[in-house]
T-cell receptor, first 116, second 117 residues
């Protein structure tokens, strides 16, 4: 069974600074996706970034980038130039590409507060 | 705009009654949909996989007789909480994948707050 672990329940960062959220996972699969989702107080799930495991290059989306270390099963999210609107709960998630795809396994979540 | 619509957003029901939540894919057909439950300040826990035209697959510990899932068409899955009790109060959210041929994108509904009084 796959597991996803986020060891930082809460983090804070000053506006315009950089913050890194940690995520580790465990799987015996070789073909999978990893995600970071943002959940603001509205509870809407917003996709931040997706990484395909077969890709060596780390995914980036504007101010968001990941450090994907497949051998170490680590998948951290870096937010650069933090903005007040980045304040939210962030979830790391795993999805296998074998069998029943679409099923997401979530980490515990990290609540991020961006301070002015 | 939203490609997965969930309704209702908020619902209050009396203890002992049943309540139905709908999850609808608007722009694509979804043979599989997923239902999650989220308690305050906690993560999303997968409850079940909704399979079009066949029985849902429930995760360990989820009561299938209490949380009835029906996937009657390629665009609609429903979750019915039967004989609701206050401990069933929670945030319920569905998701639907577009499938491999469409990039394996996962779309979430807006979620439904259920309060049982």
């Amino acid at each position: 069974a796959q597991t996803v672990t986020q060891s930082q329940p809460e983090m804070s960062v000053q506006e315009a600074e950089t913050v890194t959220l940690s995520c580790t996972y465990d799987t015996s699969e070789s073909n999978y996706y990893l995600f970071w989702y943002k959940q603001p107080p509205s509870r809407q799930m917003i996709l931040v970034i997706r990484q395909e495991a077969y890709k060596q290059q780390n995914a980036t989306e504007n101010r968001f980038s990941v450090n994907f270390q497949k051998a170490a099963k680590s998948f951290s999210l870096k937010i650069s130039d933090s903005q007040l609107g980045d304040t939210a709960m962030y979830f790391c998630a795993f999805m296998t590409l074998s069998g029943n795809t679409g099923k997401l396994i979530f980490g515990q979540g990290t609540t991020l507060q961006v301070k002015p | 705009g939203a490609v997965v619509s969930q309704h209702p957003s908020w619902v209050i029901c009396k203890s002992g009654t049943s309540v139905k939540i709908e999850c609808r894919s608007l722009d694509f057909q979804a043979t599989t949909m997923f239902w999650y439950r989220q308690f305050p300040k906690q993560s999303l826990m997968l409850m079940a996989t909704s399979n079009e035209g066949s029985k849902a697959t429930y995760e360990q510990g989820v009561e299938k007789d209490k949380f009835l899932i029906n996937h009657a068409s390629l665009t609609l899955s429903t979750l019915t909480v039967t004989s609701a009790h206050p401990e069933d109060s929670s945030f319920y959210i569905c998701s639907a994948p577009t499938g491999v041929s469409s990039g394996n994108t996962i779309y979430f509904g807006e979620g439904s707050w259920l309060t049982v009084v």
